[in-house]
């Protein structure tokens, strides 16, 4: 139930609107059914303000609720450069980050999953790096949804977080596509090395197809 219902927190039970803090099974149950009765739901509520900070407009239109995960009606882009997105609520981390790529990759940094989804239903990244002990939202289910959208499918994960936090992963529950780990503070060396490996395999696909 753990996903259900980090789902549902997220989307206050049916879609982009007010978060529910304490949900009930009762609450979850109804909230299921009620998404149910239709193919497809849409949100009557804007997500958040018309313009974010990421200069992107959001419509109120965008989003369903379809089997209980969030999907997007629009059709995601490929972005020209390597589009490489960074989860993290430390904010020195995510300026770091800016520094280290904005020159060779398109980048996109946020403090929090809600924002990051948000942008994600409209652009397909080449990789994505989460804080392993992100607030408001477990990283293993902000992964699994954003693979749920079309073209994401095997979008690849890389964990952040101190030496103490990403000792602390079971390894055993890890799924394949988090195809690693970069320590914060995070080294220009590591990273690097983490997007070359990703890029490389793209580039390596297309060249055989």
Known sequence: MALNRDIFQLTGGKGFGNVTSNVTDEELTKSKASAKTEEQLVTSEKPLSKKTSTGFDFSDQDYVIESDLVTPVVKAK????????????DFETLDLLEIYLKR???????????EAIFFLNHNIPDLVFI??????????TFAEIIRTGSGRENVPFVFL??????????????????????????????????IDK????????????
Do not use: W
């Open 104 to 114: 060779n990759y398109q980048y996109e940094g946020f403090s929090g999953p809600r």
């Open 198 to 209: 990703v890029i490389k395999k793209e580039n390596n696909e297309s060249v055989t197809e």
């Open 131 to 140: 804080d392993c002990k992100i607030h408001t939202m477990k990283a293993l």
């Open 78 to 89: 490929k972005s020209e450069k390597p589009l490489i997105v960074v989860v993290d609520d």
């Open 161 to 194: 977080g101190t030496e103490e936090e990403l000792a602390s992963i079971n390894k055993d529950l890890v799924p394949e596509y988090f195809i690693g780990q970069v320590k914060r503070p995070v080294a220009r060396g590591s990273l690097q090395e983490m």
